[in-house]
């Protein structure tokens, strides 16, 4: 790696790129139609003017300039309808980074295990010279990372990376009072956060989950930051509602629906990927309470959102979004509607688009789980204990219990067949699972 050539700032031009050019065309805002929005907020609210082109914004994206003046990091912020400085790249160059480690056995050899990441994170803090490190800029990265890595790696393989990483950024949050970066470490500590609820809830602690996504919540208040609250809102509304009651028989959905609706009022701050999330949620939870014009209207919305969706914002927490994704939630929503052809056609379209996606492994699973339900339901039930039986072996082969509650749930549906030979020779082959 040149270490005298900056890296570009990716997270600048995924910002640009998450907007549409105003020109209607359908495109993404380019670069000159950015600096024009900028000049144009510059003159407007501080009657200052400024000629800045493309070869401005390029330099920016090119990470030429990680710092630039206050008043025009405003002016992109409001531009780019974000929060924080650090979620366009922006960040002051300190000494500081963080070292990677790959953890040793008890007999001092290497292990990596199974998590498909390059080491585990040590949570050590180097004093190194500032013009060799993207400092803050690479904590952005490794919370991204562990991020898009929680559908794809074993949830019991990835925790104690993503606990040790939101570890060391509480000790830098905790010691950064006063200091301009603070907002953009609690970002990131809030991210951090909810990732790791999602891993506690994959390994079967809902209360761990549900405090990890509250102090998020609760975090996001404090500082302010629109986005994080938002976010937090809605994985910690599938937590509450048993992911529409999928995974818990009990499940609170009315509280869960409330939090969507609450991270909805922000979908201003969000990216399409978070929108799209969280109309799905909404749709499903329609579903299960059989509202079905507004689990229609819901999943209206979430098709809209996914049509907005380029690879540039499909990153951190959302990583796993795109049109499949959506598949998922609507044959999900018509197996709770009792729409089981229809949901047969969105889950089998799912599956076949997702089954050698590594990063959508959880969720190719959940799709096969509820494909079992549909083909149940629509008569052909020794393909449903197959497709039931062998995403069971692979949930508990990965250890996500949060998996195999929703399997077991499932199998309730196949109670009214329990004389029926395939199911019996499903109930062996969970046992023996």
Not at 29 to 54: G, I, P
Request: charged letters at 25%.
């Amino acid at each position: 790696m040149d270490l005298l050539k900056p890296p570009p700032n990716t997270m600048l031009t995924r910002a640009r790129e998450r907007l549409s050019s105003p020109s209607g065309s359908g495109r993404p805002m380019s670069r000159q139609e950015l600096a024009d929005a900028f000049n144009l907020y510059l003159w407007e609210v501080h009657h200052v003017r400024r000629s800045w082109d493309e070869t401005d914004i390029g330099r920016l994206e090119r990470g030429e300039n990680r710092w630039p003046r206050k008043i025009h990091r405003e002016a992109l912020r409001v531009v780019l309808r974000v929060q924080t400085d650090s979620e366009i790249g922006f960040y002051i160059t300190r000494a500081a980074a963080i070292t990677f480690s790959t953890p040793a056995g008890p007999d001092g050899d290497v292990q990596n295990g199974d998590t498909g990441l390059p080491g585990a994170l040590s949570g050590e803090i180097n004093s190194v010279d500032s013009r060799e490190y993207d400092d803050w800029n690479s904590f952005s990265i490794v919370t991204s990372m562990l991020a898009q890595q929680r559908q794809a790696v074993a949830p019991a393989a990835l925790l104690s990376l993503v606990e040790a990483h939101r570890n060391c950024l509480l000790t830098l949050f905790r010691k950064s009072e006063g200091d301009p970066t603070r907002a953009d470490i609690g970002a990131m500590l809030g991210e951090a956060s909810i990732v790791a609820s999602r891993l506690w809830s994959a390994q079967g602690n809902r209360s761990i989950a549900l405090a990890h996504c509250a102090y998020a919540r609760t975090l996001a208040e404090r500082l302010g930051n629109i986005r994080l609250g938002a976010t937090a809102r809605i994985f910690e509304s599938n937590l509450h509602s048993g992911a529409s009651t999928l995974i818990h028989a009990d499940g609170d959905v009315l509280t869960g629906l409330r939090l969507l609706d609450e991270a909805a009022a922000s979908a201003d701050h969000l990216s399409w990927p978070a929108r799209a999330r969280i109309a799905a949620e909404q749709a499903q939870t329609y579903a299960a309470l059989n509202m079905r014009a507004e689990a229609e209207a819901a999943l209206d919305r979430a098709r809209h959102a996914v049509g907005g969706i380029t690879a540039s914002n499909r990153s951190g927490l959302f990583s796993d979004w795109n049109a499949s994704r959506l598949d998922v939630y609507e044959g999900t929503c018509r197996v709770l509607l009792k729409q089981y052809g229809a949901a047969i056609i969105h889950l089998e379209q799912a599956s076949t688009a997702m089954d050698d996606d590594r990063d959508n492994t959880n969720v190719a699973l959940a799709a096969h789980v509820d494909l079992a339900i549909a083909y149940a339901h629509s008569g052909n039930l020794e393909m449903a204990c197959t497709t039931l039986g062998a995403a069971y072996e692979q949930l508990k082969r990965i250890g996500n219990l949060r998996g195999i509650s929703r399997a077991r749930r499932a199998r309730e549906e196949f109670n009214r067949w329990n004389a029926e030979r395939a199911v019996q020779e499903l109930d062996d082959r969970m046992a023996a699972a």
